[in-house]
């Protein structure tokens, strides 16, 4: 089992930048890849980065590239998604998630983009 906390989630103002941290803790060597998912009322939750640090590979959904970062730690306990360029379309549930045989999930944090 693999625990996640999130944090760094809050509001802020069009074009400002905010820094999401997710602590894991448990099984963390079993862990193939980790990411960073949002969801809005009445959407699907979405994945917008993730990270295999085996391979060092990084993926961004489109509408993210050029404006977030992810990052990881190399004892693979701490998952930084850096967020520049914030826009109004950002403003949802952010949660950070860990893949083993299956998708681990944290317990979420809000990010509030005003324009």
């Known amino acids: 089992q693999v625990n996640l906390v999130e944090s760094g989630g809050g509001s802020v103002q069009a074009g400002g930048s905010l820094t999401l941290s997710c602590a894991a803790s448990?099984?963390?060597?079993?862990?193939?890849?980790m990411g960073w998912f949002r969801q809005t009322p009445g959407k699907e939750r979405e994945v917008i980065a993730r990270i295999y640090s085996a391979i060092d590979y990084t993926y961004y959904h489109d509408s993210v590239k050029g404006r977030f970062t992810i990052s990881q730690d190399n004892a693979k306990t701490t998952v930084i998604l850096q967020m520049n360029s914030l826009k109004p379309e950002d403003t949802a549930m952010y949660y950070c998630a860990a893949a083993i045989r299956d998708w681990y999930w944290g317990q979420g944090t809000q990010v509030t983009v005003s324009s």
């Open positions: 448990g099984l963390i060597s079993s862990i193939t890849s």
